[in-house]
């Protein structure tokens, strides 16, 4: 990329970040310090705010960058992701939204301890969600680093390495400084800026084929290399059973996976009621179904327009099909409108990574404090304040995070967050549908549904071809692959279904009819709820 690219992105990239340092210092000279503006920002949102931030908080560097790039190389195999994420969104909003937002206070753990023995429960479901939170700020720091590496014209190590670095501390301060309230609020500004810069998009690459979507798709499987194959169903996951169960898994992950996710279910304790909460969720799938179909089109935009070799020369993941389209669209690389638009791309894409991160880092952090130093602090110790743990989580969280991103730069961030999504569907969603629904759930059987689903499938990504065995892999020079599949949903999600069921079954604990009734009445009309 040329000076002539960089200068006006870094100017854009820049504004933003001295806009979001902006407001989080102004949230933080103006708020009380207590844990429930920390965690929840007060819980003074609007149902129409609290949508749009849902979105800002959903709509990641994987659905940006990922997705469009799988599509532009695998053609209708990568519009799965596409799907998966939208759907995903009914059964958080038929099963989850308003129960969740009437049982708990801050985190996950809250719904499930309220009928359970806190301790243990808050041990698992704290250790799970923060392992699911590192996997999402993996991928948010890897598309990063290809972004800012390809805006730089760099595609070295040490560019990217750093801006994995720079991202980390700024979600640090983000969340340190300004909490809840100040991520929201850069989460509804993103929100929009990632909305408007699509929309542009998709319509520029629409007048570009005249309207003519069928020519498009066309033109985008001509160029491709594969035909027409790559329209139909099997290019990357029809190879063979292995790959056709690896999509089944994917599938399974991504519908299952978002009711599960720690920040997405943080957002619903923003509002001051559950009606509020499910209004959220209504305004949340309206934006997030029109930016997913959008995603569609620049996808098969890129393939047609740009060309897969271009997008995997760039990228092998394909992260950067996006940035180049716009070059592109804007009249290429030495012209004044592809240097403008593809500054204006570049410094959305970077806009929305850091929106993202600091609302993961926020849900994991009050993971940590709320949930696991409350029930791991030493009985004579003297109490900390929740929110100074969660500050000081926040950096450990951010360390681990560039460790990690550092490590995996070379995988598709789309794919990152399918790993993702398949330890929150493991793990977490099992025992929050089992602690709402079953009358007899145990506490025995709600700890052994975290870890039945959580240890498995965090050793079968271990054991898979993500981490060694094929040129791809994390550790390509070595091979301790003995699990086939990509994404472990397939097994481990079931797995943390049967783990639940079979520990309530073998507990020698009475289950509580008392505290079920009381949380059932709760969850359903909001009496007493926080």
Request: hydrophobic share 55%; net charge neutral.
């Amino acid at each position: 990329m040329t000076h002539d690219h960089q200068t006006p992105a870094l100017i854009l990239f820049s504004l933003f970040v001295a806009i979001t340092l902006a407001i989080t210092t102004w949230v933080s000279r103006n708020r009380r310090g207590s844990a429930e503006e920390f965690y929840a920002g007060g819980r003074l949102f609007s149902p129409m705010e609290n949508g749009f931030a849902i979105a800002g908080d959903y709509m990641s560097a994987a659905s940006f960058l990922g997705i469009s790039g799988l599509i532009a190389l695998f053609g209708y195999d990568g519009m799965l992701y596409s799907v998966g994420f939208l759907v995903a969104w009914l059964v958080v909003l038929f099963l989850v939204a308003e129960l969740v937002r009437n049982c708990g206070r801050f985190t996950l753990a809250d719904v499930v301890a309220a009928r359970m023995r806190e301790r243990p429960v808050r041990i698992a479901l704290g250790t799970s969600s923060v392992t699911v939170s590192v996997l999402y700020l993996v991928a948010q720091m890897v598309g990063a680093g290809t972004l800012v590496a390809l805006l730089l014209g760099g595609k070295g190590e040490a560019v990217q390495a750093w801006t994995v670095i720079g991202v980390g501390a700024l979600m640090v301060i983000y969340v340190s400084l300004g909490g809840m309230r100040a991520t929201t609020w850069i989460q509804i500004v993103k929100s929009v800026l990632l909305l408007g810069g699509t929309v542009a998009l998709t319509v520029l690459v629409l007048l570009r084929f005249h309207g003519d979507f069928d020519r498009l798709l066309v033109t985008a499987a001509e160029r491709s290399g594969h035909g027409a194959a790559f329209l139909a169903p099997g290019l990357k996951y029809g190879v063979d059973w292995t790959a056709r169960f690896d999509f089944i898994s994917l599938g399974l992950a991504l519908v299952l996976g978002t009711a599960g996710l720690p920040h997405i279910l943080s957002r619903f304790y923003t509002v001051p009621t559950a009606r509020a909460a499910r209004r959220s969720v209504v305004w949340a799938i309206g934006l997030i179904g029109g930016f997913y179909l959008m995603t569609i089109v620049l996808g098969f935009g890129a393939a047609a327009i740009v060309g897969p070799e271009a997008v995997r020369g760039s990228n092998a993941a394909g992260n950067t099909a996006v940035p180049l389209l716009a070059l592109d669209l804007g009249g290429g690389a030495d012209s004044t409108g592809g240097t403008v638009l593809f500054a204006i791309v570049a410094a959305i894409a970077f806009a929305t990574i850091l929106a993202v991160v600091a609302g993961i880092t926020l849900a994991s952090s009050a993971s940590v404090a709320h949930d696991l130093y409350a029930s791991l602090r030493p009985r004579h110790a003297k109490p900390r304040s929740e929110v100074a743990v969660a500050r000081v989580a926040a950096v450990g969280i951010g360390v681990v995070a560039i460790a990690l991103g550092l490590l995996a730069r070379d995988l598709n961030v789309a794919f990152l967050v399918g790993l993702a999504f398949a330890v929150a569907a493991s793990a977490n969603l099992p025992v929050l549908l089992y602690s709402l629904f079953w009358r007899d759930f145990t506490t025995r059987g709600a700890v052994w549904a975290v870890y039945g689903g959580l240890i498995p499938a965090v050793v079968l990504v271990a054991l898979s071809p993500v981490v060694s065995g094929s040129p791809e892999s994390l550790f390509p020079g070595v091979d301790f692959q003995y699990f086939p599949l990509q994404n472990p949903g397939l097994v481990s999600i079931p797995l943390g279904f049967v783990a639940g069921w079979l520990g309530t079954l073998i507990s020698s604990e009475t289950p509580d009819e008392a505290k079920h009734a009381e949380v059932e009445v709760r969850s359903l009309t909001g009496a007493g709820a926080a």
